[in-house]
Nanobody, 112 residues
């Protein structure tokens, strides 16, 4: 199976913003939910946000009010807009449909 492909990570200063993208096949994109996860060095993978086919969203407490998940159905792409980032947001970010392999993720590093 082809994993979702994450992109858009990079180095950003605390308080800044970054937008991550998740490109999926049509079949994968049609699944009910697509989620963003992250994993910091030495830590467990952490769920960040999810979005369903209708655009309903939910967020982890740690990012609520700062991150926004959205989707562009025409482009088969899910986004994670990260605002007011903190050093604690530093992690590899993954998107996942609930089925199939995990992708390589995209590294987000927040400097203080």
């Amino acid at each position: 199976q082809v994993p979702l492909v994450e992109s858009g990570g990079g180095l950003v200063q605390a308080g800044g913003s970054l937008r991550l993208s998740c490109a999926a096949s049509g079949t994968i994109f049609s699944r009910r939910f697509i989620d963003w996860y992250r994993q910091a060095p030495g830590k467990q993978r952490e769920w960040v946000a999810k979005i369903d086919r209708g655009g309903f969203t939910n967020y982890a407490t740690s990012v609520k009010g700062r991150f926004t998940i959205s989707r562009d159905n025409a482009k088969n792409t899910v986004y994670l807009q990260m605002n007011n980032v903190k050093p604690e947001d530093t992690a590899v970010y993954y998107c996942y449909s609930g089925q199939g392999p995990w992708g390589q993720g995209t590294q987000v590093t927040v400097s203080s």
